[in-house]
């Protein structure tokens, strides 16, 4: 079956420590996103990738890093930067990049849950 | 800037029908959509209306939008206590990837 898998489901990191969190897709999606949920806050965009060796900063990049080398795959490095990295991470993709007048539909993943120690 | 902006909390009794609320700022939206997300796990696509449509229907959803308040709903017919879940509103400007989403309505069904 084709779909998102966030990996890990739970994280815990120790204060001054960088983390990675992976994200990988078989749906041959072209564009990934990174989500960061606080309760009452919504989603807040981290960064997003409209395309191999190319992504953007979002709203709230600060504290936070990405690769994008393949096209499945786009982990997020919470960094030591991030000030307040406890939350919900959750990466999503959707089948088109830029300039895409159409419906934009995002396929999320089953999220991860980070707490700082 | 962009924003959407939902009510924190709904809460409707088994069988009645429910009616969450959401108004977006960005005149040049085009589309709107609707997602569910379940405790612990990540969003699902409910539905989603182009903007030169005012009303989509399927199965117990309703989707109404009124453009020119710039106001959007999802109306859940006979709610049941799997529809317990956060709802979030969002909507995509014309000629960008971007999603700008609401900060989510918790709706609780009780018995």
């Known amino acids: 079956d084709g779909g998102i898998t966030q990996s890990p489901k739970y994280l815990f990191r120790k204060e001054g420590q960088n983390v990675t969190l992976s994200c990988e897709q078989n749906?041959?999606?072209?564009?990934m996103y990174w989500y960061r949920q606080d309760p009452g806050q919504g989603l807040r965009l981290i960064y997003y990738?409209?395309?191999?060796?190319?992504?953007q900063k979002g709203d709230i990049a600060e504290g936070y890093s990405v690769s994008r080398e393949k096209k499945e795959s786009f982990p997020l490095t919470v960094t030591s930067a991030q000030k307040n990295p406890t939350a919900f991470y959750l990466c999503?993709?959707?089948?088109?990049?830029?300039?895409?007048?159409?419906?934009?539909?995002?396929?999320f993943g089953a999220g991860s849950r980070l707490t700082v120690l | 800037g962009e924003d959407v902006e939902q009510s924190l909390f709904l809460s409707v009794r088994e069988g009645d029908s429910s009616v969450i609320n959401c108004t977006y700022t960005?005149?040049?939206?085009?589309?709107l959509y609707w997602y569910k997300q379940e405790p612990g796990a990540g969003l699902q696509l409910l539905t989603y209306?182009?903007?030169?449509?005012d009303m989509k229907q399927d199965q117990r959803l309703t989707v109404l939008l009124n453009k020119k308040d710039k106001h959007l709903s999802l109306r859940i017919a006979d709610t049941q206590t799997g529809d317990s879940a956060i709802y979030f509103c969002a909507e995509k400007a014309y000629n960008t990837d971007k999603l700008i989403f609401g900060t989510g309505t918790r709706l609780q069904v009780f018995p």
């Open positions: 209306i182009f903007s030169n449509m």
């Open positions: 999503a993709s959707s089948p088109t990049g830029t300039g895409f007048s159409g419906a934009n539909v995002l396929t």
């Open positions: 960005d005149s040049s939206s085009t589309y």
């Open positions: 749906l041959n999606h072209d564009a």
């Open positions: 990738s409209q395309i191999v060796n190319d992504f």
